[in-house]
Nanobody, 128 residues
Framework: QVQLVDSGGGLVQAGGSLRLSCAAASRTFREYAMGWFRQAPGKEREFVAGISRSGENTNYADSVKGRFIISRDNAKNAVYLQMNSLKPEDTAVYYC?????????????????????WGQGTQVTVSS
């Protein structure tokens, strides 16, 4: 069982930066691959970034490549999303997610339906 708490959202002007955090309450956090997803008003939830258990492998949606960076600190049971050069179209509720991956050290996942646990979401609003 993993409890995830997302934080760090807010209101920022276009071109600005935000850093989202996801704190995980789990004794086995390092056995979970992690991901960030987002859902804009009237749209389906979409993949933003994924990171493997070790943090060695990452992947990004094309829309955020070069602007967002996902990272994790297994000692602190946390995953982060550094968002730079924000655009109004990045406005959404952002969710972190965890997938139990005891046998896949280097895998990240983009499919929403295979994640096991979700945070409550944090709102990011980018003004133009």
């Amino acid at each position: 069982q993993v409890q995830l708490v997302d934080s760090g959202g807010g209101l920022v002007q276009a071109g600005g930066s935000l850093r989202l955090s996801c704190a995980a309450a789990s004794r086995t956090f390092r056995e979970y691959a992690m991901g960030w997803f987002r859902q804009a008003p009237g749209k389906e939830r979409e993949f933003v970034a994924g990171i493997s258990r070790s943090g060695e492998n990452t992947n990004y949606a094309d829309s955020v490549k070069g602007r967002f960076i996902i990272s994790r600190d297994n000692a602190k049971n946390a995953v982060y999303l550094q968002m730079n050069s924000l655009k109004p179209e990045d406005t959404a509720v952002y969710y972190c997610a965890a997938r139990f991956s005891p046998l896949s050290v280097g895998s990240w996942y983009a499919r929403e339906d295979i994640y096991d646990y979700w945070g409550q979401g944090t709102q990011v609003t980018v003004s133009s």
